[in-house]
């Protein structure tokens, strides 16, 4: 209370305003999640959202009642945790600290706040989440498996098929694997907790359960396996029950021989899965139905499927019937019991990868009698859905890319070049005949924007093909539009770009190779952060970095890795997404517990980097990556990442109280800073050769220290110099755009976004880009995110939304927008832990307005140019830095 009044103080008008207000509380959500079942984090976290009239409100006090029913969610009856009255403005990521939780178990919360004038609320509705299975001991199911070799001509003929993949190589069909099981009492409860690797579709009598594709999510599976958790309560039915499950090769069984050597990861084996569906009856009783030898199992219609060539599917092959009551499977076989992937089964709490959107084709030409090419009008990651009439045994073949080829065919030849000839990005569909099949692919998708098609008995229409947009399905965070057409097309293509690689990881392009390289998450992670809510995301695969650690520290390039990229791509400006994400994190959403399970890794880490360094110098690793046409050497943007690393170890260290590993680090930090600059300091704010990127380097790591204002000006005239346009990498690019908005030039930053010709994301556009690509002279991949913070820029410079690295999470919001004079409007939204913050400007004659949205339980801190006049809702007001409480604001500067 004291703190919020003497913030008020420095703008006393609105202290009278907090006599108006009215708090509410809601939005209670739980390890970033709302009403999450099948969590397995022993101590979750709880979050909520207080709302209001008026300014200034400030939560004082919180009480939060956990309990094992919806009733006793109060003060009188919390049985489960009473955290009793704590006083506290803290309303983000709060410990769960009751008694030990139960796997299986629906816990129920609700919240009272208190605000600085001791008015309350109450959530009014309890919130709950779910716990799932908690350690191994609580799965009773067994992993099983298709059989080695089946006989097929006791079951049918002709099931395998033979494939160029270098050499012709035989791969099993996708297995079907179904259980019958009865009851005749009528269930309260029912969850099904799945694991199935590579990837699973589950069924109950005949019903495909949730919406989830690709799933479980990729990761090392030799350390750690994901499930999911899925409420089935209403599928099932007293009687005979089928609980049926297709599985896919997905990264677990990589068939396809590769450049990145997945083929021969040290988990591959063949598609396994383990499921316990757990059913509560009426009457109390419960029963469990597991994966075991009792199953049934046969090859299905999917007669191929690669993530990296595509899926083929025969439904000729079809059985109908086979996951619902009624079939008779007999002749089908007995799976094999297996002792399964050795990774450490977990929840998965990343939101799953789902299908977003439905493309109708822009245009369909005809290149040659017969082949068809459907435009979608945009780059995408996903699949096609073809709609067809045709008679039984017609082959439809799919072929996706991006490109064109002169004929106007589909080109498909940057990809191959990396699989050994072998086919790529194709979907083959075997008609069944008698009426109109649908059909997608199941197990595979693509990086497109044209799909070729072949074999079908009729020219197409939009009814035939549509695309389907597929990525993880993250709530979005953030919005951003300006009256600058070419910024609003940059946003959304950096958004696009976002979307087409994360796939239950970040990866680099959905087409080529998605693979999780580890510099461009790290590059997109804050626009990532202000466009979506994707902290579940990030934890998710900071657990995959960690599993990937070495004993020495080393990490590899990409994440997951089946071992290639610990000795090609590697080094700090690549391996520190380890360091930046967890950073970040913490400061956009106030997560300490990444920063805490992150430490030993990263401190490891650093450590190795030390055991690499000479005179504090690490000159390893890929430097300013795709440059437009310097080139910056590895070793100035390697040190300086060694130096930031070595910076935020003794930051966190100074979090938890590691007195000593704060002083050791903060040390090593100066040392590294001081190597900088002897051995890269030229003079005249100078470092190496000049280039933007060792500049803009300079001044974005911290390192120019008393040359800062040399440095900044050396930066600018060398940006000049290049007729206002960048010349960097994807490093530098980051680096340019803050450096220059953070000391005072965000005019020229504005300038260097604004361009149309080479290099630009204008140039881009212009081209026809629908997403950011990965080369600024238009090669090789054209969905790439890399270049994507600018999105991050628009947000902190144009709409002047960032968070204080001083009070992270957004607990103070810091407003400092740039009034270009090319913009006559603005406007910014960004879904914050604590509310929405929302910024917006547009100019009136001589006068901008600004209007600010200040969340309830946060503070802004309002910097304006000192040499302009300003009122805060019709009242004078000092220019320069304004602390404003929570509410909304109208500023009119002139």
Not at 422 to 443: L, N
Not at 600 to 620: E, M, N
Not at 700 to 724: F, I
């Amino acid at each position: 209370m004291k703190a919020i009044r003497s913030i008020l103080l420095l703008f006393p008008t609105f202290t009278g305003l907090l006599a108006t207000a009215q708090i509410s509380v809601g939005s209670n959500s739980v390890e970033y999640l709302s009403n999450p079942i099948g969590i397995d984090t022993h101590e979750p976290r709880l979050s909520w959202v207080i709302t209001g009239n008026g300014h200034g409100i400030h939560q004082a006090a919180y009480q939060i009642f956990v309990a094992s029913s919806p009733e006793k969610a109060n003060e009188a009856s919390a049985d489960v945790w009473n955290s009793g009255k704590v006083l506290s403005d803290n309303s983000v990521l709060v410990n769960f600290a009751g008694r030990p939780l139960s796997s299986g178990r629906r816990y129920y919360w609700r919240v009272r706040v208190w605000d600085q004038k001791g008015d309350s609320a109450i959530t009014a509705e309890p919130a709950y989440w779910e716990m799932g299975l908690l350690s191994g001991k609580d799965w009773k199911g067994k992993w099983i498996s298709a059989p080695k070799v089946y006989d097929w001509k006791q079951f049918i003929t002709a099931r395998k098929l033979a494939i160029k993949a270098g050499k012709e190589e035989d791969t099993d069909p996708a297995p079907e694997f179904r259980k019958s099981f009865s009851f005749s009492k009528e269930i309260t409860q029912a969850r099904l907790y799945i694991s199935g690797v590579g990837y699973n579709i589950p069924y109950i009598n005949g019903q495909k359960i949730g919406d989830h594709v690709l799933d479980a999510a990729f990761t090392r599976y030799d350390k750690t396996v994901l499930y999911s958790t899925y409420d089935v309560t209403n599928v099932l039915r007293p009687g005979e029950n089928v609980l049926g499950v297709v599985l896919g090769n997905g990264w677990y069984n990589m068939i396809t021989k590769a450049v990145w050597g997945f083929d021969h990861a040290p988990w591959r084996n063949a598609p396994a899965v383990k499921a316990q569906l757990e059913i509560i009856f009426q009457d109390g009783a419960r029963e469990t139905i597991n994966t075991d030898e009792t199953w049934k199992v046969a090859p299905g219609p999917v007669v191929f499927n690669s993530i990296r060539q595509g899926e083929w599917y025969d439904a000729r092959k079809e059985t109908p019937g086979w996951n619902a009551a009624g079939f008779n499977d007999a002749q089908w076989f007995q799976p094999v019991v297996v002792a399964g992937p050795a990774g450490e089964l977990r929840a998965q709490m990343i939101q799953p990868v789902r299908i977003t959107d439905t493309l109708v084709p822009k245009s369909i030409s005809e290149p040659r009698p017969g082949v068809y090419v459907a435009d979608l009008g945009r780059n995408i990651a996903g699949f096609a859905e073809i709609r067809v009439n045709a008679p039984a045994g017609t082959e439809i073949t799919m072929k996706y890319s991006e490109r064109l080829l002169a004929d106007g065919r589909v080109d498909q030849r940057d990809v191959a070049q990396h699989v050994g000839g072998a086919v790529v990005q194709t979907d083959k569909y075997i008609c069944k005949g008698g009426g109109t099949e649908i059909w997608h692919a199941s197990f595979a998708y693509y990086g497109f924007q044209y799909v070729e098609i072949r074999g079908l008995p009729a020219k197409p229409d939009g009814a035939t093909i549509r695309g389907m947009t597929v990525h993880t399905a993250f709530d979005p965070a953030g919005n951003f539009q300006c009256s600058n057409d070419l910024f609003n097309k940059i946003q959304r293509n950096a958004v696009s770009s976002y979307q087409s690689n994360f796939m239950g990881y970040p990866t680099d392009c959905p087409q080529r190779e998605k693979n999780g390289w580890t510099a461009d998450a790290h590059l997109a992670a804050e626009m990532g952060l202000y466009n979506f809510r994707a902290q579940n995301g990030y934890t998710k695969w900071l657990r995959d970095i960690a599993d990937e650690q070495r004993p020495t520290g080393e990490l590899s390039a990409i994440v997951p890795s089946s071992g290639w990229g610990y000795f090609w791509g590697n080094g700090p400006a690549w391996d520190n997404a380890m360091v930046l994400i967890p950073w970040y994190l913490y400061q956009y959403d106030g997560d300490r517990r990444i920063l805490q399970q992150m430490y030993p890794h990263i401190k490891q880490y650093v450590d190795y980097l030390g055991s690499r360094a000479t005179d504090h110098i690490v000159k390893f690793g890929l430097g300013d990556w795709a440059p437009a046409k310097t080139r910056t050497p590895e070793e100035i943007t390697s040190t300086a990442y060694y130096y930031v690393d070595a910076m935020i170890v003794s930051k966190i260290a100074g979090l938890f109280g590691f007195d000593e590993d704060q002083k050791k680090y903060a040390g090593l930090a100066t040392r590294i800073k001081e190597a900088f600059e002897r051995h890269y300091y030229k003079g005249n704010g100078i470092y190496d050769q000049g280039s933007q990127t060792s500049l803009a380097c300079a001044l974005y790591q911290e390192l120019s220290g008393e040359h800062r204002r040399e440095t900044l000006n050396a930066l600018v005239t060398a940006v000049q110099k290049n007729d206002d346009h960048l010349d960097c990498g994807i490093l530098g690019t980051k680096y340019l755009l803050h450096a220059l908005s953070d000391n005072g030039r965000a005019d020229l930053a504005y300038k260097i976004v604004n361009q149309h010709s080479f290099p630009s994301w204008g140039n881009w556009i212009d081209q026809g880009a629908t997403t950011l690509w990965e080369q600024w002279n238009g090669t090789e991949s054209q969905n790439h995110i890399m270049f994507g913070d600018v999105s991050a820029w628009f947000y902190e410079s144009l709409a002047g939304i960032a968070p204080d690295k001083d009070q992270p999470g957004f607990k103070r919001i810091l407003f400092r927008p740039y009034f270009s004079p090319d913009l006559s409007w603005v406007k910014a939204s960004h879904k914050s832990m604590y509310g929405e913050i929302a910024a917006a400007w547009n100019r009136e004659g001589r006068f901008v307005y600004y209007k600010i949205a200040i969340p309830a339980n946060t503070t802004g801190e309002v910097i304006l140019p000192t040499d302009k006049k300003v009122w805060i809702d019709g009242k004078k007001a000092p220019a320069g830095k304004i602390i404003l409480g929570s509410g909304n604001y109208t500023i009119k500067i002139l």
